[in-house]
């Protein structure tokens, strides 16, 4: 398999044993959110380690080492982005796998189990054409205030959805034009969805316009921007309008 084919299949299965680990009936509440995460993570540590051992691996759900740092080609996962949202049998939440070299999303895959979609860098989708007024995805329990600032600058609307890749993935399947992210993530939060919204043409960067860097020291990655290309700019004026 191609680094490519390999992020989308791990993806792929990893969904698929969250949704039958839900459907066994022997766990609920955060009982089941801990189940899905450790079980997918497994696999996907021991996949990783098994198809690609000379390369880095940083996991949400595992103890991080500082071996990776030295590795110029390092995959980062999310056994389970939005753990609520699984939980609850809801679609906006996802599995994350991402190849960075040299820091950079170069390849990866952002599976939604929900609605057996994967989204992958190396099968890009037609992209739909933008909504006349821009919709702005946001944390359906709390929207950033910088969001809802700059929604209201631009003249967005704000829809509210769950993990961050089901966020980032309704921008590359034409359900928002814009996703902005000011409370604070980490690595594994955006490494793959940069990844494959890079690949399909649109912006990703912090909300500085500074570019992505993953495989840091410090995993802490407190903003992000994800938009079509033509709303890049004005966003990134409003946002620094903010900090001004």
Known sequence: MTDAELAAHLADVAGRI????RESGMFEGKALGKAGD?????????????????????SEESKDTDERLSKERV???DPVDGTREYGEARTDWAVHVALCVNGRPEIGAVALPGL??????????????SAAKPRM?????RPAAEAVAVSEAIGAELVGMGSAGAKSM??????AEIYL???????????????????????????DGSPLIYNNADTYMP???????????????EVAKLSA
């Open 170 to 175: 309704a921008v590359v399947r034409g359900e």
């Open 181 to 207: 992210h000011t409370g604070g993530q980490y690595e594994w939060d955006s490494a793959a969805p940069a990844a494959v919204a890079l690949a399909h043409g649109l912006h990703a960067s912090r909300i």
């Open 116 to 129: 057996g979609v994967v989204l992958r860098t190396d099968a890009p989708i037609d992209m739909r054409a």
């Open 75 to 77: 995959w980062i996962v």
């Open 137 to 141: 995805v946001v944390s359906r329990t």
């Open 223 to 237: 903003d992000l921007l994800i938009c079509r290309p033509e709303w890049a700019e004005r966003v990134l004026a």
């Open 38 to 58: 450790q079980t997918a993570n497994q696999f996907l540590v021991h996949a990783l380690r098994e198809q690609r051992p000379e390369d880095g691996l940083l």
């Open 18 to 21: 969250l949704i039958e680990v």
